[in-house]
């Protein structure tokens, strides 16, 4: 009888690289298909325009620091930030927009750094802050979702905005775009409206029919479903998104029960803005987030009160983006304090 | 290392390289970055900090090296802060006197010069330990290659952050510099990131990232050199 021996790793991982940023990405497809259903061509144009810089950058630094690019660029690491940096991004976000935020995003906040698992910072996310924080009025152009208007504007007049910035016959870009239902509670509440007036008021109740948001609830719900498959799968870890739902939720009920008037409920957190893509899809990238059991807890809890304390008292529209890079500097520290105990070693 | 060079002109020429670029106070000895980071948002505001802090390391140099005679090591280091905050309040009236606009403009950072770390650093390391001409050279090389960086950071942000380049120079040069600016494009968008202080940081980042692959150019180029010439002998 001849029995097989090989040395070790006897275990076979059973999922690489390339298999697990693909299913990533198709566990965003069908959040991306209702987004260009709500946003129109503006999503697409930023999805074409992500990936092909994405990837061109990445291949132009590997050219430079003279690694293979072929088995980079397969990997599916730059095309899956490419993809979020695009969902994050306004519909309406001009060519050089995109094409800043995905430089910097895979040049500055990947390569710069060594490449896919040195980054202590999640690429996508870097990109989006390089552009909000120098263009915030460019980052308010979301197109009026479908359901609030007739439709989104056709092909011809997206493609003319996005490339040459012409708009319309008559028109000013403000026409075909809308802030999204977070940025308008916020502004409506500085100018002494509050949650309930804003969301009953004739000029913007489309805007807010059902959980959270015209357009914003079936996205988020959508995320939500590839996010629970991915999780399913084991491609991402459940503790995060957990973590951080639960702490979004805690948060904002205290603050809503407290104050209903200026407080938004914590269902419009939950279903509004990137709530559930950065609980599923952002939060969970293993190079970034926090990599011991307990960790994981307290990075994806921090997610969350950070998105509520920045959407609420922040300058900013949302606080994904902010409250991702904070944790993830935070990352090595609670990682460092939150080591498991060694089996058979002392309780300390 | 100037110790054992006596001839005067490659002693000056070892302390001009040392202060421009080996030992470069803003992109090898980082010292002094906390003016470097928040002032270079412009050129001029760069080229201003930048001669100020020149001006005071010649001055402190000079004046440190002619009283080392009588100085007692046990309390040199108050001494150096002394003489390095007279001279700064000087700089300071002076410029409040002749540089009004561009003295309100870098504001605090200017008294802030005497905390300026490579200031006492070259009073201690090279100045109480050398004669007046070579630590008022050294003062000159090391403030020159400060300025330098200074300038060019400064028009990194400029260019990439506003699109302009020595904006208010009247400030410096009076009514001659109000032509000075030159404007790359009317309706340039602006890149704030770069004005703002991680356009700073990220800045700076580079620059001593090109400084090294500068210097990893020169030394693998030099290694050749030797290996060549070493083969060369040996055959």
Redesign the interface.
């Known amino acids: 009888m001849l029995f097989k021996h090989s040395p070790s790793p006897h275990i076979k991982q059973e999922i690489n690289v390339h298999d697990m940023m693909f299913m990533v990405i198709y566990a965003l497809i069908p959040g991306t298909l209702s987004s260009v259903y709500f946003f129109g061509w503006g999503v697409l144009f930023n999805l074409t325009i992500a990936i092909s810089v994405c990837l061109l950058t990445e291949a132009v630094i590997l050219k430079i620091r003279r690694r293979e690019i072929y088995p980079v660029l397969q990997d599916g690491s730059a095309l899956l930030t490419a993809c979020l940096l695009a969902l994050a991004l306004p519909a309406l976000a001009p060519w050089w927009l995109t094409t800043?935020a995905s430089i910097s995003a895979i040049a500055?906040a990947k390569q710069l750094y060594g490449g896919l698992g040195f980054n202590p910072f999640n690429p996508a996310m870097v990109g989006y802050i390089?552009v909000m924080?120098?263009?915030p009025l460019e980052m308010t152009l979301w197109t009026t979702p479908m359901g609030v208007a007739d439709g989104w504007p056709d092909f011809s007049t997206t493609f003319n905005w996005v490339f040459f910035g012409e708009t319309p016959y008559a028109e000013t870009i403000d026409s075909i775009s809308m802030a999204t239902p977070i940025d308008l509670i916020k502004t409506q509440l500085n100018q002494l409206h509050d949650v309930t007036e804003t969301r009953h008021s004739t000029e913007y109740s489309a805007l807010f029919s059902g959980l959270s948001g015209t357009g914003w609830q079936w996205i988020n719900i959508l995320f939500l479903a590839g996010g629970i498959w991915l999780v399913k799968k084991g491609v991402a870890d459940w503790r995060i998104p957990t973590a951080f739902i639960l702490a979004l939720v805690f948060i904002s009920n205290i603050f809503a029960v407290a104050d209903y008037s200026t407080n938004s409920s914590p269902l419009f957190h939950l279903f509004s803005g990137g709530t559930m893509l950065c609980a599923f899809f952002i939060a969970t990238d293993p190079v970034t987030a926090s990599t011991t059991p307990r960790g994981r807890w307290i990075y994806g809890a921090g997610i969350g009160v950070l998105v509520y304390v920045i959407r609420n008292w922040g300058g900013y529209p949302d606080g994904i983006a902010f409250a991702i890079i904070l944790m993830n500097i935070a990352a090595p520290l609670i990682d460092y304090y939150t080591q498991p105990k060694v089996y058979g070693g002392l309780d300390r | 290392m100037t110790d054992n060079i006596t001839t005067p002109l490659t002693r000056t020429a070892a302390i001009s390289k040392d202060g421009l670029w080996t030992n470069n106070v803003a992109l090898v000895q980082l010292l002094g970055l906390c003016p470097l980071l928040a002032v270079t948002g412009t050129v001029i505001n760069g080229l201003g900090l930048g001669i100020a802090t020149m001006m005071t390391l010649v001055l402190s140099n000079s004046i440190v090296s002619l009283i080392r005679p009588w100085l007692k090591s046990e309390i040199r280091i108050p001494i150096f802060v002394l003489v390095i905050a007279s001279i700064v309040t000087t700089i300071e009236l002076i410029m409040n006197a002749w540089f009004h606009d561009l003295y309100l403009v870098l504001g605090i950072f200017i008294p802030l010069i005497v905390t300026n770390c490579s200031i006492i650093a070259r009073a201690e390391a090279f100045a109480s330990k050398n004669n007046l001409l070579d630590s008022a050279m050294d003062g000159f090389m090391m403030g020159l290659g400060f300025t330098l960086v200074l300038v060019v950071l400064g028009g990194m942000r400029e260019l990439i952050g506003l699109g302009t380049l020595f904006a208010n120079a009247q400030l410096m040069f009076g009514s001659i510099g109000e032509s000075m600016t030159l404007t790359i494009s009317e309706d340039y968008p602006g890149f704030l990131l770069a004005v703002l202080p991680p356009g700073a940081f990220i800045g700076l980042g580079l620059l001593i990232a090109l400084k090294n692959i500068i210097d990893k150019r020169q030394t693998s180029r030099q290694q050749v050199v030797s290996i060549t010439s070493a083969e060369a002998t040996a055959s």
Do not use: A, G
């Open positions: 800043i500055v390089v924080i120098s263009f």
